[in-house]
């Protein structure tokens, strides 16, 4: 059973920094498509960034240039470096897998998920 553990959220003030783990155990993460998507309060669950399993990263038009999705093979372990916070990406962070080398992971077609970490920006 693939099972995906998030950490390193938190509080911080705006313009700070954070880099969330997501810890994968029982699937190799080069065999996955991994995503990061995030709830805010009271909003639904939307998208942040991906890495396909051939490598290729993306991210959402609102976090562009300010976060990156990276992994580390050896670790099994995906992250998401965050720079420069607003007070708008105050939310709860899920990480997330869907098995397969041609595919894209999203809200919908996801195959595992993370419990979440929250990160809170201060104004």
């Known amino acids: 059973q693939v099972q995906l553990v998030e950490s390193g959220g938190g509080l911080v003030q705006t313009g700070g920094s954070l880099r969330l783990s997501c810890a994968v155990s029982?699937?190799?993460?080069?065999?996955?498509?991994m995503g990061w998507f995030r709830q805010p309060p009271n909003k639904e669950r939307e998208f942040v960034a991906t890495i396909r399993s051939g490598g290729n990263a993306y991210a959402a038009d609102s976090v562009k240039g300010r976060f990156t999705i990276s992994r580390d093979s050896a670790k099994n372990t995906v992250y998401l470096q965050m720079n420069s916070l607003k007070p708008e990406d105050t939310a709860v962070y899920y990480c997330?897998?869907?098995?397969?080398?041609?595919?894209?992971?999203?809200?919908?077609?996801?195959?595992?998920w993370g419990q979440g970490t929250q990160v809170t920006v201060s104004s």
């Open positions: 029982g699937g190799t993460i080069s065999n996955y498509a």
């Open positions: 997330a897998a869907r098995r397969g080398r041609l595919v894209v992971v999203t809200t919908t077609t996801a195959d595992y």
